[in-house]
């Protein structure tokens, strides 16, 4: 397995592929992977003859400096899972200085209003360290394809957003939500949480399926005092928000109507470890 830590040789690796017109596909991780990320790189695999994988913690789309600071960084064990899937991958784990040229700073984006939405109330500048992030490493990389999980569906619709406005070409495909065999969305967050925490977060997805079991013959509004109040009398995990939104613009929903699709999300503190998850309501 080839593992790259400069831009350079990543670019002079993809020109060489390029020249055998080969089809790249692209799945930028912040490395701690697991079974979900193994998952999008088999996708990419199904689809394209060279698979690169990013492997970076990316500073600016940190709102909270601890997390940063506490995020795991396990390079040699991520290389290992890789390479169970195959040795063929190409890897890039970039310095900070390599990406940012010395000025880690984000960029800042117009994503249309999605930005605003959910996630954006919550964590300030996230999607502009998101959109920073990635446009670089699209155009480091030059990929035909790259993966994102709908496990961050919000990122997903930015990422969309951003390549169209900025007219980058590739094609963005997200991938269905990997779950562990109790149902928690697989993250790398999950390592972290203590054994009650552990046993208590797989009423996260269990919630969200009678949320969307609920929302074919209730209003958006009482599904969410029912989630809501699901959440108040539970020892371990606490709300943050659940919202159920319009799945194009990420509007919140105040009236269904026929033919529109719709999501629910929901963001969940289980201790200090900030969990989130979504599902799709039809």
């Known amino acids: 397995m080839k593992i790259f830590s400069e831009k350079t040789q990543i670019q002079n690796a993809i020109k060489q592929i390029k020249t055998r017109d080969l089809s790249v596909g692209f799945v930028p991780t912040m490395g701690a992977l697991h079974e979900g990320h193994l998952f999008l790189v088999k996708e990419a695999l199904k689809d394209n003859q060279v ?27 991520d290389v290992e899972l890789l390479e169970s899937v195959s040795k063929d991958i190409l890897v890039y784990a970039p310095t900070v200085n390599d990406i940012y040229d010395g000025q880690a700073v984000a960029e800042e984006f117009n994503f249309d209003g999605l930005e605003f939405e959910m996630e954006g ?55 269905d939500i990997y779950r562990e065999a109790n149902g928690l969305a697989m993250s790398s967050r999950n390592v972290r949480l203590k054994e009650d925490y552990k046993e208590a977060a797989p ?6 399926k009678t949320a969307k079991e609920k929302f074919g013959t209730r209003s958006a509004k009482e599904v969410t005092k029912w ?56």
């Not at 496990?151 to 390549?163: G, H, N």
């Open 51 to 77: 698979v690169v994988v990013s492997i970076f913690v990316n500073p600016t789309q940190f709102d909270n400096k601890e997390d940063l600071k506490k995020y795991p960084r396990t390079l040699e064990k």
């Open 203 to 208: 009423f996260i997805y269990k919630t969200l």
């Open 227 to 282: 989630v809501e109040n699901e959440f108040a009398k539970h020892q371990f995990l606490t709300l943050e928000y659940f919202i159920i939104a319009d799945a194009e613009n990420l509007k919140s929903v105040k009236r269904k109507y026929k033919n529109k699709t719709y999501r629910a999300f929901v963001a969940v503190y289980a201790d200090e470890i900030r969990l989130i998850d979504n599902i799709a309501l039809n």
């Open 121 to 175: 109330k919550f964590r300030t500048g996230h999607f502009d360290g998101v959109g920073t992030i990635v446009k670089r490493l699209l155009e480091i990389i030059t990929p035909d394809n790259a993966y994102f999980g709908k496990k961050d569906y919000q990122q997903l619709m930015i990422i969309k957003k951003l390549v169209e406005k900025r007219q980058i070409p590739v094609k963005i495909i997200g991938c």
